[in-house]
């Protein structure tokens, strides 16, 4: 599971990448801009939930010993 969460924050952790790079910061939130920032708010949720995801696990295995 952890290679999975892995895998899947480094694709998130690309797409806010790329999507940064398509942003046009003279006016963010016209045309295709404003699709680049949903991409990357919706990439940062991904990984604060693959985290969340990732800790709980944590504290599951830690209960059961």
């Given at each position: 599971?952890?290679?999975?969460?892995?895998?899947?924050?480094?694709?998130?952790?690309?797409?806010?990448?790329?999507?940064?790079?398509?942003?046009?910061?003279?006016?963010?939130?016209?045309?295709?801009?404003?699709?680049?920032?949903?991409?990357?708010?919706a990439s940062?949720?991904?990984?604060?939930?693959?985290?969340?995801?990732?800790?709980?696990?944590?504290?599951?295995?830690?209960?059961k010993?």
């Amino acid at each position: 599971m952890k290679v999975f969460t892995t895998i899947l924050m480094v694709i998130a952790l690309g797409l806010i990448i790329f999507n940064l790079t398509q942003i046009d910061f003279n006016k963010p939130f016209e045309g295709d801009s404003i699709a680049a920032l949903i991409g990357v708010v919706a990439s940062f949720c991904a990984v604060c939930i693959l985290l969340i995801f990732r800790m709980s696990k944590k504290i599951q295995t830690n209960l059961k010993r």
